[in-house]
């Protein structure tokens, strides 16, 4: 048996079935509920999943939805950190804020390129980690760094409000 298969094995405490890839995860609705707007609609709206005994998740690998999910119960799996970033995505595709914390925190702690860790930040409104990447950057040390990140196209891609935030962000935390 897997270790995802047995972190979401039957219990008395679980009570519904999610099927990733025909893979079956048994897990408790009121703690994805109390976690999640998503599943709290989906196990509490007039929503035909509501009534069914297995709820198929679509367009998700296994291992990766098994491991973010975990991040919520007691015993969760270790994530694999060069799947940080999908882990996120499933994060907020799912509404699981509790999980994106988690997540946050060892990013906090990796060894993780400070300019990806910029990057997750923004994407995933991390604050803390973009508090502390921008720190990484503080002038007159890195400011370089800084003028190439903001060059990038990633950067240059954003909304001018996250931009804007961003900048305001790195400005404080460089004292002005």
């Known amino acids: 048996m897997s270790i995802y298969v047995e972190a979401f094995k039957k219990t008395d405490m679980t009570d519904a079935i999610l099927v990733v890839n025909r893979k079956k ?13 998503y599943f709290n609609t989906l ?3 007039d929503f035909k999943e509501k ?3 297995e709820i198929e998740i679509k367009d998700v690998y296994f291992e990766d939805f098994a491991t973010m999910l975990s991040l ?3 015993a969760p799996l ?27 925190q060892l990013l906090l702690t990796s060894n ?26 503080k002038y007159p040390y890195c400011y370089s760094e800084f003028k190439n990140f903001i060059a990038q196209k990633f950067f240059k891609d954003l ?11 790195y400005m404080d935390v460089i004292g002005y």
């Open 78 to 104: 270790k994530p694999n950190e060069n799947r940080l970033e999908e882990y996120l995505k499933l994060a907020d595709r799912f509404l699981l804020p509790a999980v994106k914390y988690h997540l946050e």
């Open 51 to 53: 009534s069914m005994p």
């Open 159 to 169: 909304p001018a409000a996250d931009q804007a935030n961003v900048m305001n962000r």
């Open 112 to 137: 993780t390129d400070n300019d990806y860790k910029l990057q997750l930040s923004i994407t995933y409104k991390l604050n803390e980690l973009l508090e502390q990447s921008l720190k990484k950057l």
């Open 43 to 45: 196990f509490n709206s």
């Open 25 to 37: 995860l048994h897990v408790n609705k009121a703690l994805l509920s109390y976690h999640s707007d």
């Open 72 to 74: 919520i119960n007691t």
